[in-house]
């Protein structure tokens, strides 16, 4: 059902990782439900999506895929000059040891990314050009994973050009220059409180400025905090506590960077909430509630937010909602009014979807549509159109990527099927299937997601990082 009323909604939703000589040969904003604000916002008119180049400090032009989601936060390759067709044997690889799901980061000509290796966290510079693992350094001791598709090293690294930041399930924290020497370090988990979750860390660290901001929530103490890039030290820590039951306070989500009145800002979608904090500060500055209307105990969640110009695209309800939400009307005190609208027959608990040029492109990971790629126009909701991939008994829970006019879906095979060209949010013509690339290594499973390294792609599955094109 789509609804363009944010009262239908309402009224629906709630009616009254020894390291050795070996290593060196190798988790949005879309919301659902009602939603009450608490807001200290009387000054708050102006709203902007805002990616890392806009907010990051020191980051020079060599870097090229600064954190998970891209230099905008958006799935979105820069220049979309990627390869459309490859294989086996048209592609590199460097085998990367251990165990790991993260998404690599890109700066020049390398790659980072981290691993669990012989009881270790371990982070990796690797040389895409031939390729190659050019150095590794430990960060303290791997957790391994409780899940079957996770590990102790999900987060995506971060960098700014300069620095480079990896986050582990252990609550590690370290930050190196780009030769791999570390600079400082911390264990949030030694600091503020023993992890809760039930499952592994999926949150990625955030870049904003000159900090990287760390989301953590859980059952128990949750909470922000942002520790400056250049020296480790902490800038502030906020509570984020919510009134979620049981599993649904537990988020695996990673935050994404906007502005507010010209200033940094962060949306952070989890534990049944959507909130709004000041990045200079820390302080929250706008709330939504409702996602879970029901009081479910598990609506865990996992796919982040997105955000395009003042809206941000919330996926919820295990994938069974998608909300998009006004942040201006928000932060300005406006509560349920705020949602623009609201679907409850399309979503994505896993892939995060991808936005650009007022479309959005959504993954759905559910039973009944698995494997399902939706396009919506941003502004209403509406459906574009749909498109079925070939039929795969494995799911999907890489994220997709969007390079010139073509959408790239990764599953958790390793298969990467290529859709398009890609029409405009006028356009309602379904894109076809350009190809279905295949690679080897289709050990379950692949969960990070391909990555633009320049004019090549990148895509790390359960055992390689694969270097394709060129």
């Known amino acids: 059902m ?16 020894s390291i050795s000589a070996k290593i060196a040969t190798g988790s949005l904003v879309l919301c659902s439900a009602f939603a009450t604000a608490v807001c200290d916002a009387s000054d708050a008119t102006t709203v902007a999506a805002s990616g890392a180049p806009q907010n990051a400090t020191g980051q020079d032009e060599s870097t090229v895929w600064p954190q998970w989601r891209g230099p905008s936060q958006q799935g979105v390759s820069p220049e979309g000059t990627l390869p459309k067709k490859w294989n086996e044997e048209s592609s590199s690889r460097v085998e990367i040891p251990g165990s790991g799901g993260s998404t690599p980061v890109v700066v020049g000509d390398t790659a980072f990314l981290t691993s669990g290796v012989e009881g270790k966290n371990v982070l990796f510079a690797i040389d895409v050009n031939e390729p190659r693992i050019v150095w590794q350094v430990p960060m ?22 300069e620095h480079v930041v990896a986050y582990f399930r252990s609550g590690d924290l370290s930050c190196v220059n780009l030769s791999g020497e570390v600079l400082w370090t911390h264990n949030l988990q030694d600091e503020f409180g023993e992890d809760s979750l039930w499952w592994d860390l999926g949150s990625s660290p955030l870049l904003v400025e000159s900090m990287v901001v760390i989301p953590v929530m859980q059952t128990g103490p949750s909470y922000l905090v942002a520790f400056d890039i250049s020296t480790g030290e902490m800038k502030w820590k906020t509570d984020r506590m919510t009134d979620a039951p049981e599993e649904a306070a537990q988020s695996y989500t990673t935050p994404v960077a906007i502005e507010v009145n010209g200033r940094p800002a962060v949306a952070v979608m ?71 609208w609201f679907r409850d027959d399309i979503g994505s608990d896993v892939p995060t979807p ?28 509406e459906t574009l159109w749909s498109l079925r991939l070939p039929r795969s008994r494995r799911s999907y829970s890489s994220s997709p990527l969007i390079s010139g006019d073509h959408l790239y879906v990764t599953g958790e095979n390793g298969h990467t099927s290529v859709i398009g060209p890609l029409g405009g949010a006028d356009d309602s013509a379904a ?24 004019d090549r792609l990148g895509l790390r599955t359960k055992n390689f990082l694969y270097i394709i094109g060129n």
Not at 446 to 452: F, G, M, N, Q, Y
């Open 2 to 17: 789509f609804m363009t009323s944010a009262q239908k909604m309402i009224a629906r939703l709630n009616p009254s990782r």
């Open 270 to 340: 989890g534990a049944d909430h959507l909130t709004i904090n000041d990045a200079t500060d820390g302080k929250e500055i706008g709330r939504l509630g409702g996602f879970n209307p029901e009081g479910q105990k598990f609506f865990r969640s996992i796919a982040s937010p997105v955000a395009e110009g003042n809206l941000v695209f919330c996926p919820y309800s295990r994938g069974a909602t998608l909300t998009a939400v006004d942040i201006e009307k928000l932060v300005a005190g406006e509560g349920k009014d705020a949602i623009v």
């Open 140 to 161: 303290g001791t791997d957790r391994g994973n409780k899940h079957r598709k996770g590990s102790g090293s999900n987060p995506s690294p971060v960098t700014d050009g």
């Open 354 to 381: 991808a936005v650009r040029d007022g479309v959005l492109y959504v993954v759905s990971d559910a039973k009944h549509d698995k494997g399902t790629v939706y396009a919506l126009a941003a502004k209403s909701g």
């Open 431 to 454: 894109p076809p299937v350009l190809a279905t690339n295949e690679v080897a290594d289709d050990e379950d499973y692949t969960v990070a997601s391909p990555v633009d390294l320049g």
